[in-house]
């Protein structure tokens, strides 16, 4: 079945669900919405007498179907009956999110992709010409078990509050320093909690892989946006490194020793973000290189450009100094 068969095919499948269990009023469309990581093929689920809507995305529900339509369409159904719950909160929800003097203590820093087409109503820093920095409304007190829920602070929400963007980040970051500090581990001891192995410890010539992420590992790619973060690790690992964007939620680090190709580096991010990640996790598709000496963050291949540039023209220098009269 291909993708458009199935949209049609699960909206109906839904459908009959819906009115088997004796849920009514529910509106089910397909529409395109902007995301941080792009336009979004969406199932948008209207509730009756309510101004908020659920959204599915039906790329994601595709790249799992299974062949079992009937199945999905139930699971949905249940997902949509939990999520009626939410306009019991709706009033509060939005008092809350207008509401500065409430909202500001959960404002917090979030990375995204610098070509994000929400960027264009956004207030946001630039962070290298590939990613950029926003803030984050999280509404922790609405979340629940099926997920965090957060709302990007736009250009409209922003003068709602009536402060300028300084402010905005200044508020940001303090909290984020507060509620969301870093965290750094190495990749063998996070290997060693996922398998619950406290004994597990890598090949003898593997090299060390520093993860970085926030405390909740949610969203924690930010830290690289906290003052100082780029120290730390270069503290940690000794030197220069590569970032590796490996998601939004965290970044693998590797000192640059000078053996490292970033062009494998982005190979591997490339795959990983084509075959592993759902392209809401995508952060960016190369590596970042901090130049720690000259407290220089760029990506990979710009760091390789720039200094492979200037050897030849120390070299042509030496050159000139040892062999010529001038």
Request: glycine share 4%.
């Amino acid at each position: 079945m291909n993708y458009e068969e199935f949209k049609k095919n699960l909206m109906s499948a839904i459908e009959e669900e819906l009115e088997a269990q004796g849920i009514e009023g529910i509106t089910l469309k397909n529409e395109e919405i902007m995301s941080p990581d792009g336009m979004t093929d969406r199932l948008m689920v209207g509730i009756p007498g309510s101004n908020i809507s659920m959204a599915y995305r039906l790329q994601e529900i595709y790249n799992d179907y299974d062949g079992d339509i009937e199945s999905k369409a139930e699971n949905l159904v249940e997902s949509i009956k939990e999520n009626l719950k939410v306009t019991e909160k709706e009033k509060d929800v939005k008092s809350y999110i207008t509401d500065f003097d409430r909202a500001k203590e959960n404002l917090v820093f979030r990375l995204i992709p610098g070509d994000s087409p929400v960027l264009s109503d956004t207030p946001y820093k630039p962070f290298t010409d590939k990613m950029a920095l926003v803030v984050n409304l999280q509404l922790d007190s609405f979340s629940d078990d099926h997920g965090r829920a957060c709302v990007m602070v736009s250009d409209a929400l922003m003068n709602l509050y009536g402060i300028s963007k300084d402010e905005l980040f200044e508020i940001a970051q303090e909290n984020s320093l507060k509620k969301e500090p870093i965290k750094i581990n190495t990749l063998n001891s996070m290997v060693a909690m996922m398998m619950d192995d406290p004994e597990f410890e890598a090949p003898a010539n593997a090299p060390t892989v520093l993860v970085v992420s926030n405390e909740s590992g949610f969203h924690g790619a930010a830290v690289i946006g906290y003052p100082d973060t780029l120290d730390q690790i270069k503290e940690k690992v000794g030197g220069d490194f590569y970032l590796i964007p490996s998601s939004v939620h965290e970044f693998l680090i590797m000192k640059d020793d000078g053996t490292i190709n970033p062009n494998t580096l982005n190979s591997m991010v490339r795959d990983v973000n084509t075959n592993v990640l759902n392209p809401r996790d995508i952060l960016a598709d190369e590596c970042f290189h901090y130049d720690s000496k000259n407290q220089l963050l760029e990506t990979g291949l710009d760091y390789k450009e720039r200094t492979t540039n200037i050897d030849v023209e120390e070299d042509i220098d030496e050159d000139l100094d040892e062999d010529c009269d001038i």
